[in-house]
């Protein structure tokens, strides 16, 4: 098997760092403004230049996709910021792979009081078309992701008897 599967999924906007980033982003143009009236000298502009910051990230941590590429039996996850900056978030081998199933499903009650590290790199969001999957993985990791129906027949390709639908 020598496939390369790519898919996107697009988190729900957080609404509070939404308006964060608006609120900050007002802020860093009346001390900019304050530093050219100069009534308040160098202050201002030290504020300015904290709160673009501020609001800076909280543009970069406002919109989040994920990124599933699954390739031969690997499946790597990667986080993207704001359409700019790419970081590797974890590569997961599926020969570990031990279970996955939809959130919800009764097949997972035997696995859900392990105590698992959880890690959700899901959309957050309801959707018929694309459901939800816990993956547990390696005895102590649960993952939660959001595959289109090509990447989840290829996970079902390299661990048929580990992947259910029900």
């Given at each position: 098997?020598?496939?390369?599967?790519?898919?996107?999924?697009?988190?729900?906007?957080?609404?509070?760092?939404?308006?964060?980033?608006?609120v900050?982003?007002?802020?860093?143009?009346?001390g900019?403004?304050?530093?050219?009236?100069?009534?308040?000298?160098?202050?201002?502009?030290?504020?300015?230049?904290?709160?673009?910051?501020?609001?800076?990230?909280?543009?970069?941590?406002a919109?989040?996709?994920?990124?599933?590429?699954?390739t031969?039996?690997?499946?790597d996850?990667?986080?993207?910021?704001?359409?700019?900056?790419?970081?590797?978030?974890?590569?997961?081998d599926?020969e570990?792979?031990?279970?996955?199933?939809?959130?919800?499903?009764?097949?997972?009650?035997?696995?859900?009081n392990?105590?698992?590290?959880?890690?959700?790199?899901?959309?957050?969001?309801?959707?018929?078309?694309?459901?939800?999957?816990?993956?547990y993985?390696?005895?102590n990791?649960?993952?939660r992701?959001?595959?289109?129906?090509?990447?989840?027949?290829?996970?079902?390709?390299?661990a048929?008897?580990?992947?259910?639908?029900?």
């Amino acid at each position: 098997m020598n496939e390369h599967i790519e898919f996107l999924v697009k988190v729900k906007q957080r609404t509070l760092l939404v308006v964060l980033k608006i609120v900050l982003w007002i802020l860093t143009v009346l001390g900019v403004l304050l530093t050219f009236t100069g009534i308040l000298s160098i202050f201002p502009l030290i504020f300015a230049v904290i709160t673009g910051l501020c609001a800076n990230l909280c543009g970069l941590r406002a919109d989040i996709e994920y990124e599933y590429t699954l390739t031969d039996k690997e499946m790597d996850i990667d986080v993207i910021y704001a359409k700019q900056s790419r970081k590797h978030l974890i590569t997961l081998d599926l020969e570990k792979l031990e279970i996955m199933a939809p959130v919800g499903s009764a097949r997972l009650q035997g696995y859900k009081n392990r105590g698992a590290k959880f890690k959700d790199f899901s959309s957050m969001m309801t959707d018929p078309v694309n459901p939800v999957y816990d993956m547990y993985y390696d005895g102590n990791k649960c993952f939660r992701i959001e595959p289109d129906e090509r990447l989840f027949k290829a996970i079902k390709d390299v661990a048929p008897f580990k992947v259910y639908t029900d």
